[in-house]
């Protein structure tokens, strides 16, 4: 299958595999070896599919498994942004593939959530040349569209299991980036506002309600209180505002 087979937007090029450990490794290797910016590695199902805070992603066939290679020209410190944009970007694929689809809400960082379980999730790798320069960055997205799994800390679910019928990859993918694409040049060209409130909009938590942040090693308790300029989650705790750069986060207990 090619991106034109597809319908995929000029600048895209696809490369599809029946199996694969991991799409990011994957494009991680060919970013490496200079594939340029708009590269995509889909495949049907991965055998070491990887998720946030080395978690495992289980990859059954049926669900999106797809990383796409981006080399903007922007500060390290903005790379977390396009997990941002990653999220709007399926959000959007799915508002447009399933009509009408209620209870869709994005989880801080880059879930998302349906009827308040977990279908999408985002993984961003980036690797830089020296300490200032990005050389890279993937963008890994899995999404939940016939299969999820059980038992995990928190809740996840399938647009199937929901009842929203099957939705199959190829078509996922291509709104996919249809949105990405569209969010992304957003992105470039006005920076991260319009995607912060966009996000801000459909956030499954609002401002002011009770959640618990867990980080490596302490869990935090506190109010949402904003997304900050970065994409950094702001937490009313005990009487200050802690800047939290990266965690999970839960309804308070
Ligand atoms: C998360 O933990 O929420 C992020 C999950 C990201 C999973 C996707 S599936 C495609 C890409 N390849 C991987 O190994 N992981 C990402």
């Known amino acids: ?21 991991s799409t990011n490794e994957e494009a991680k290797c ?3 070896s200079g594939a340029p910016e708009g590269t995509l590695v889909w495949a049907r199902e991965q055998t070491a599919g990887r998720g946030r805070r080395g978690r ?13 290679i981006l080399r903007p020209d922007c500060r390290i410190s903005s790379v977390g942004q396009l997990g941002f944009v990653a999220a709007l970007a399926v959000g959007g694929a799915l508002r447009a593939i399933v009509r009408p689809i209620e209870r869709l809400a994005y989880k801080w960082p880059n879930d998302l959530l349906l009827n308040g379980r977990k279908i999408a999730g985002v993984l961003l790798e980036s690797e830089t040349v020296g300490s200032e320069k990005l050389s890279f960055v993937v ?5 939940n569209l016939i299969a999820s799994p059980q038992g995990t800390e928190f809740p996840a679910t399938s647009i ?5 019928g099957e939705i199959i990859p190829e078509v996922m993918l291509e709104e996919f980036v249809t949105h990405f694409r569209s969010w992304f040049a ?14 801000l909009a459909a956030a499954a938590i609002a401002r002011g309600e009770p959640i618990r942040v867990r980080l490596d090693a302490l869990a935090l308790c506190g109010r949402f209180r904003d997304l900050d300029r970065e994409g950094n989650l702001l ?7 802690r800047r939290i750069t990266a965690g999970e986060v839960f309804p308070a207990a």
């Open 139 to 143: 963008v890994g997205v899995g999404v």
């Open 30 to 32: 060919l970013a490496s």
């Open 186 to 199: 957003n992105w470039r060209a006005e920076g991260f506002a319009s995607v912060r409130a966009a996000w």
């Open 1 to 21: 299958m090619t991106a034109r087979q597809l319908g995929l937007a000029p600048g895209y090029r696809l490369l599809c595999y029946d199996s694969i450990g």
């Open 160 to 164: 199937l299991e929901e009842g929203y």
């Open 235 to 241: 937490l009313d705790c005990a009487g200050e505002c």
């Open 56 to 68: 495992p992603w289980i990859s059954p066939n049926g669900n999106l498994y797809v990383s796409l």
